[in-house]
């Protein structure tokens, strides 16, 4: 008996230069007992007996075996490596063997195989990234734990590599982990769940999001089942809101036919700051006024004022949440790097940014300082409410036959109403004025998506909002 110790679990090479010199000296499987050690050691143990001498002079294995014996050799069971050095030794007399699917050992070869490919397919689906700050070079660190069937986690990091290359990650799983810093992937030892942070302040926009675009008319639940098996979902954060969405779904169904003729929400009234004695007839007047307030929310506020920019006859008008540090220090709105991106989402539907009017509903940036950073604070509901007025006096001097509402503060301080992006998205309503209110996403949402394809649907989804609202402006 011959006795051969690789060195860990997915020793592949190991395996095959292993199986290359048996099968050089003609060892029969049945001479061969597999084994995996603990870490380190040779490819051959001390114990058994010495090696035959070799009798051919070349192997042969088919590629099309030889990607099936790789793929079983991630497979966890233990009988794994005996299963393919019986193949490949028989495939040296037999090099048809692959075709012939009736074949016992091919049978269950091809069994192991489809079982880690499925594995594969369902980590590359599964893993849920959380954030965990920004690295020194300014990249974003997101974490992710997985628990896959087989041992498949070093085989899918260039997946990951390749389709998250802009951000630092690292992925935990019981017994190994791979991350990537933008330059290398690197492996290392395994970890526990309990290593891994359980939620991040993106998940409560995804589980938002994931509920809004669950649609209960489309439900299957034995599809769902067969393609996310429950055992998944305790990873998956937005895996707690199915049994709700799931028992729910004819009532929402129900609802969306019943709201499917629903008039578009009203404005609610604004009141008159008490500091507002005129009626402004140009904007220069109108931010005069609102820099000379002396009752405007200034606890956790910049002081410095950044007031819309464009033409005062524009068409087409744009309002997001609030000014960002960029911004504050710019003096302008959306200049920073989700001014970029909405820059090159305009372009991409043929909206001549020179000619719309850009502003926000909250004039002022609010932050939350640390160290030499300030980062974005989310303003108020009272916030929202004292710049609503300016922000209506703004529209009225503009007179824009189209409003874009970019994001949900925007729609709250344009109509007083909390209204969900999802539902009223991408659709023109009757406004003020006569003009129209179009409600999307702010450009900032999309740099928060973690997932590459996912920010490429949603920044196309956006350039159509966008082409929809010149369409709008044009006729």
Not at 149 to 159: G, K, L, N, S
Not at 262 to 283: F, G, N, S, W
Not at 349 to 367: C, L, P
Not at 376 to 405: C, F
Request: include cysteine; hydrophobic fraction near 40%; charged fraction near 30%.
């Amino acid at each position: 008996m011959i006795r051969i110790t690789l060195a860990c679990e997915t020793d592949i090479k190991g395996w095959r230069d292993a199986s290359r010199d048996l099968l050089l000296r003609a060892v029969p499987p049945e001479q061969v007992e597999w084994n995996v050690a603990g870490s380190g050691g040779g490819l051959f143990a001390d114990e058994g007996d010495p090696l035959p001498p070799e009798r051919r002079e070349t192997v042969t294995i088919a590629k099309e075996l030889l990607r099936d014996v790789q793929t079983v050799l991630l497979h966890r069971d233990p009988e794994r490596f005996a299963l393919a050095y019986r193949i490949v030794h028989r495939a040296q007399d037999e090099p048809k063997l692959h075709r012939n699917p009736a074949d016992p050992d091919m049978h269950r070869l091809r069994g192991l195989a489809k079982s880690v490919r499925r594995d594969i397919h369902k980590m590359h689906a599964f893993v849920r990234f959380r954030t965990i700050g920004t690295s020194e070079d300014g990249r974003e660190q997101f974490v992710a734990w997985f628990e896959p069937d087989h041992h498949i986690t070093e085989a899918v990091a260039p997946f990951f590599r390749d389709r998250f290359t802009g951000m630092n990650w690292l992925i935990v799983t019981p017994e190994a982990g791979i991350a990537w810093d933008g330059e290398a992937l690197r492996t290392g030892p395994g970890g526990r769940k309990s290593d891994v942070p359980q939620e991040d302040a993106v998940e409560a926009e995804w589980k938002s999001y994931y509920g809004a675009i669950f649609n209960p008319a489309r439900l299957k639940t034995k599809a769902m089942m067969a393609e996310m098996p429950a055992k998944y979902w305790k990873n998956l954060p937005e895996a707690a809101l199915i049994p709700a969405l799931t028992r729910a779904a004819e009532t929402r169904m129900n609802a969306m036919i019943d709201k499917n003729d629903e008039e578009t929400p009203a404005v609610k009234d604004v009141a008159v700051p008490a500091c507002a004695q005129d009626r402004y007839t140009a904007l220069d007047q109108l931010y005069d006024a609102l820099r000379g307030a002396n009752d405007y929310p200034a606890e956790g506020f910049s002081d410095r004022l950044v007031p819309g920019a464009g033409p005062d006859n524009a068409p087409l008008m744009f309002v997001g949440e609030q000014p960002g540090d960029q911004e504050d220090q710019a003096g302008q709105p959306f200049v920073g790097p989700a001014g970029q991106l909405l820059d090159r989402a305009m372009a991409a539907a043929s909206v001549d940014r020179q000619g719309a009017f850009i502003t926000n509903a909250v004039k002022r940036f609010k932050f939350v300082q640390r160290g030499q950073r300030r980062i974005h604070s989310k303003p108020s509901n009272d916030d929202i409410e004292y710049y609503r007025w300016w922000l209506d006096q703004e529209r009225r001097l503009v007179d824009p036959r189209v409003v874009v509402a970019l994001g949900a503060t925007a729609a709250r301080a344009l109509t007083g109403k909390t209204l969900t992006i999802s539902r009223n998205r991408g659709q023109l309503m009757d406004y003020l004025g006569g003009s129209k209110l179009l409600i999307t996403v702010h450009p900032s949402y999309l740099l928060r998506l973690p997932d590459g394809a996912g920010q490429k649907v949603e920044y196309e989804k956006f350039v159509r909002d966008l082409s929809l609202a010149r369409e709008a402006m044009a006729g």
